[in-house]
């Protein structure tokens, strides 16, 4: 029987299979839920509420689920305090699109658990845009990591789920996926800011007509970069582009 729990660490990995040195698949943040289907010694087996993404969690990074989160961090990165004071900053923090509770609020901050957040640093779940790429800033040259969701660590396709996840908008975890779930077709001629293009297992956001921006392996980071130089260069690696989608 499957049950309901929420990530309790700043960010927990999801990995291919239930052993310490599998290979990361995605990562949840803060505050977002993982629905269990078994548990295996120290981990748990499930998929991401989110996105239906499956694999396996460390049981001790997770909590069973109680009162619905109904804020979402704001801010790249935000410091956690023991007490409602500017003077009691501790060195934890949480990251852009973690959810939170709120528990109690005093003068500019809010309690979350057992620490205080500024409370400038969030806003409401049910707040939506059409821009998703307002925040890209929070993850420009973020290092490049294989099934990263996070200004920590991120890949290429998590950067569009990040920032899709940050309008509430649906949106697959990986680039095959989001390439089949983003319907409408764009040709190269017609591509505008925020349009998606794909690659074989590679996306990258087009910011407007002569330049996009990427988690690129190679330049190990998020880059910003010339549309016709990236499409020479994975032409000459053999990668051609598969389809240029708008999301809509």
């Known amino acids: 029987m499957s049950s309901l729990i929420i990530c309790k660490s700043k960010i927990s990995n999801l990995f291919k299979k239930p052993y310490k040195n599998s290979e990361l698949t995605s990562q949840l943040l803060f505050g977002e839920k993982f629905i269990v289907q078994k548990k295996i010694k120290d981990y748990y087996k499930g998929y991401c509420a989110y996105d239906n993404y499956s694999g396996y969690v460390r049981a001790s990074n997770f ?14 990165n935000v ?38 957040i500024k409370k400038k640093s969030i806003s409401k779940l049910n707040n939506s845009s059409n821009n998703y790429l307002k925040n ?17 660590g991120i890949d290429c396709s998590g950067l569009v789920q990040e920032l899709m996840k940050s309008i509430n908008k649906k949106c697959p975890r ?6 089949i779930f983003f319907k409408k077709k764009i040709l190269l001629s017609k591509i505008k800011k925020g349009d998606l293009i794909f690659w074989k297992s590679h996306v990258a956001i087009a910011l407007d007509k002569k330049k996009l921006v990427h988690a690129y ?32």
């Open 217 to 248: 392996g190679p330049k190990k980071k998020v880059a910003i970069m010339s549309i016709s130089q990236t499409i020479n260069l994975l032409q000459s690696k053999g990668l051609n582009i598969i389809s240029i989608k708008r999301p809509t």
């Open 174 to 179: 990986d680039s095959k996926d989001q390439l």
């Open 136 to 152: 890209i800033s929070f993850f420009l040259n973020t290092k490049y990591l294989w099934g990263g969701n996070s200004a920590e």
């Open 63 to 76: 909590e069973n689920a109680r009162k619905e989160k109904l804020y979402r961090i704001n801010k790249k």
């Open 79 to 116: 410091f956690l305090y023991t007490s409602p004071n500017n003077k009691k900053k501790t060195k934890k923090n949480l990251l852009f699109n973690s959810k939170i509770l709120i528990l109690r609020r005093e003068r500019d901050f809010i309690k979350i658990g057992k620490y205080w």
